[in-house]
């Protein structure tokens, strides 16, 4: 019985591989190009294309073989959309016992307050969380300070009016914009994301964070059009966003001294996204080695008393 589902799963896999490689062998990305998707010209998928069509192409009208070409490059711009993977980092927090290098938290928080916070809001942490344990551990004062750094508005007064008033350790981080209609306005129609759980949120979050924040390029595939007011980078979906470049050598002045390269800031910002969205971590991963210990005193126990109850009978 099970001999017989394998045979039928083998062939069904065998019939379904045949059958894609039968689809996309009429597709452009089956013409066979000597250079990189990203690199070719229109001359070169047409240059594929009449050389694939060969002697064919003399039955067929130009508007025919324009047609083919039209096709190839469409479906060849609709290949260089598909966002690339973000490789994976060496995170500190990577792994069952990893934890998060707390300077890199601290300059993180720099990096989203200086840079980032002008434009995206965090609105499920509060200021007060940046002391917690686990996290970038700034002191009570320190985090009085930032607090106040930051206007919230409160209210109602007495009078039933909302004011203005510098933040409190326990206020939330207040949202960058009035509203999202006010965010897309000042972004050209699209909306800055929430940054709270966006590490969590992606695939790959981190890695995706600083690969984003660092794969901006000029070198943009000759047959990519980006959409007006849109910018390419391959680790979008799409290959495009309304967000610029937002990091440069420098950018900001790192108050420990460390070199603020665009790596760098990548780098410490997406840890610290990743804290914001996952602020239990270490509390979490804390728990692996008692639990470990535990299980393995409780196997020689186990053990132990199993030779024990039958140590007199056979067996
Ligand atoms: C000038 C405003 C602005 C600033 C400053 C800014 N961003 Fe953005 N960001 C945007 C906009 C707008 C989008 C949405 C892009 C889109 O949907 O096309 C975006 C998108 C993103 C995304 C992608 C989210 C997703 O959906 O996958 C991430 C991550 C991000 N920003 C992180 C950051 C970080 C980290 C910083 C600080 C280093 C930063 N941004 C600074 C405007 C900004």
Redesign the pocket.
Known sequence: MKMKHTITFALAGFGLVLALGIVSAGSALALGFDKPLDELTARDIRDAVEADLGARRAGMTAEEVEERVAEAIDEVVADLKEAEHAPPRDWSFNGPFGAFDRAALQRGYQ??RE??A???SMKYVAFRNLSDKGGPEFSLEAVEALAAEFTVVDGPDDYGDMFDRAGKPFDQFPMAYENDNQARA???G????D?SL?AKA?EAGPD??YA??TGYSDEIPPLFKAQDG?NYNPY??GR?????R??ADGLVEYTDGTEATEEQ?AHD?GQF?YWAAEPKMEARKALAKPVLIYLIILVVLLYASYKRIWREVDH
């Open positions: 990096v989203y840079v980032c002008s434009c995206h000042a972004n050209g699209a909306l800055p994301p940054l966006v992606r995706y964070i984003l924040l849109l979008f979906p495009q966003l309304a967000m610029t937002q990091l800031m910002v996204l």
